[in-house]
Nanobody, 123 residues
Framework: QVQLVESGGGLVQAGGSLRLSCAAS????????MGWFRQAPGKAREFVAA???????YYADFVKGRFTISRHNARNTVYLQMNSLKPEDTAVYYC?????????????????WGQGTQVTVSS
């Protein structure tokens, strides 16, 4: 069982930056693929970024060059550094964990989810 707790969301002006953190419980954190998803009001949840146990990273096209996912296994934490934020990045951001070997961009492949953290970007 893995429990995930996100933090770091908030209100920021367009062009600004935020760093989200996701703290995980459990001794097998390092073996999981970790992902970030987001859900804007009235829209479906969508993939943002993922990082495998081996450190390979994947990004949605709309965040490439602006967002960076990283992990610190000794701290059981995954991060999402978000730069050059846009109003359309406004959403609830969720952290998720998946058993290795699954598709990293499909939310149904993830086994554990955090409660989400709100990110609001003002214009």
């Amino acid at each position: 069982q893995v429990q995930l707790v996100e933090s770091g969301g908030g209100l920021v002006q367009a062009g600004g930056s935020l760093r989200l953190s996701c703290a995980a419980s459990g001794r097998t954190f390092s073996s999981y693929t970790m992902g970030w998803f987001r859900q804007a009001p009235g829209k479906a949840r969508e993939f943002v970024a993922a990082i495998t146990s081996g450190g390979y990273t994947y990004y949605a096209d709309f965040v490439k060059g602006r967002f960076t996912i990283s992990r610190h296994n000794a701290r059981n934490t995954v991060y999402l550094q978000m730069n050059s934020l846009k109003p359309e990045d406004t959403a609830v951001y969720y952290c998720a964990a998946a058993v290795p070997g699954r598709s990293y961009s499909k939310e149904y492949e993830y086994d554990y989810w955090g409660q989400g953290t709100q990110v609001t970007v003002s214009s």
